[in-house]
């Protein structure tokens, strides 16, 4: 199984780009996907997710307004669309399939990880 996060990069304030995971090994269309994001000296962070049913949620209402889930079934990828990116947005964004039970949002619910990919966002 192999997870491989894609798309990062540095971007612009206000700009928009979107992360890609793609995997091999396992169907996507069969387990929740869920994107984390690690900030430079903090824990991992859950950001959004879609279930095997196709249910989004995303962990916060702020999260929301900016960011949107996406899955290509035909493709196997999660896609992370981020848009009015902002500094504080500056982190490596993980994507995760697996999980295990409990909070889908907790990092060590998951098996599966990919090895990251860098988004910063600086002028």
């Known amino acids: 199984v192999q997870l491989v996060e894609s798309g990062g990069g540095l971007v612009h304030p206000g700009g928009s780009l979107r992360l890609s995971c793609a995997a091999s090994g396992l169907s996507l269309n069969e387990y929740t996907v869920t994107w984390f994001r690690q900030f430079s000296g903090k824990e991992r962070e859950g950001v959004a997710l879609?279930?095997?049913?196709?249910?989004?949620?995303y962990r916060t209402n702020s999260l929301k307004g900016r960011f949107t889930l996406s899955k290509d079934n035909a493709e196997n990828k999660v896609y992370l669309q981020i848009n009015s990116l902002k500094p504080e947005d500056t982190a490596v964004y993980y994507c995760?399939?697996?999980?295990?039970?409990?909070?889908?949002?907790?990092?060590?619910?998951?098996?599966?990880w990919g090895q990251g990919t860098q988004l910063t966002v600086s002028s």
């Open positions: 879609i279930s095997s049913a196709n249910e989004v949620t």
């Open positions: 995760a399939a697996h999980f295990t039970g409990g909070d889908r949002f907790d990092p060590r619910q998951y098996l599966y």
